[in-house]
């Protein structure tokens, strides 16, 4: 799980650097993550102000990783908790929401903040059982 986030971190950051001329234009977009039927992980995006094709890089990472899928929104039931990270870096600005299903509160939480130690900009907040 730690490796997936940190995928979407890196995805995230590097689309964001070199895509200045693009204007995105915002939404939100989610994916989630199953295996065997069972949740694992769902990601919302809200895309604030980042470029297009920054957006698109995280959308490709859904739909090649294994288990991911576009929808509509995360369940929230049944869920361990839920990480939210807002970024303000590099004059753009937009939140990440990773919805946990398995695993323990405490591991969930390490993984979460973890994933984006070196980032710069970044609030964490961690809602249990969300």
């Given at each position: 799980?730690k ?5 979407v ?20 977009y989610s ?21 297009g ?33 807002s ?12 919805t ?18 070196s ?12």
């Amino acid at each position: 799980m730690k490796s997936l986030l940190a995928m979407v971190g890196a995805v995230l950051l590097v689309g964001a650097m070199g895509c200045g001329g693009d204007s995105g234009g915002g939404g939100t977009y989610s994916c989630d993550f199953t295996t065997g039927g069972t949740h694992s992980i769902c990601w919302t995006f809200d895309f604030g102000s980042l470029p297009g094709q920054a957006q698109d890089a995280y959308k490709s990472a859904c739909s090649s990783a294994a288990g991911g899928m576009s929808v509509s929104s995360c369940p929230t039931t049944g869920a361990v908790g839920t990480c939210s990270y807002s970024y303000s870096s590099a004059g753009y600005t937009f939140t990440e929401k990773y919805t946990f299903y398995t695993g323990t509160a405490a591991n969930d939480m390490a993984a979460c903040s973890a994933a984006n130690q070196s980032a710069s900009g970044v609030t964490t907040t961690w809602t249990a059982g969300s």
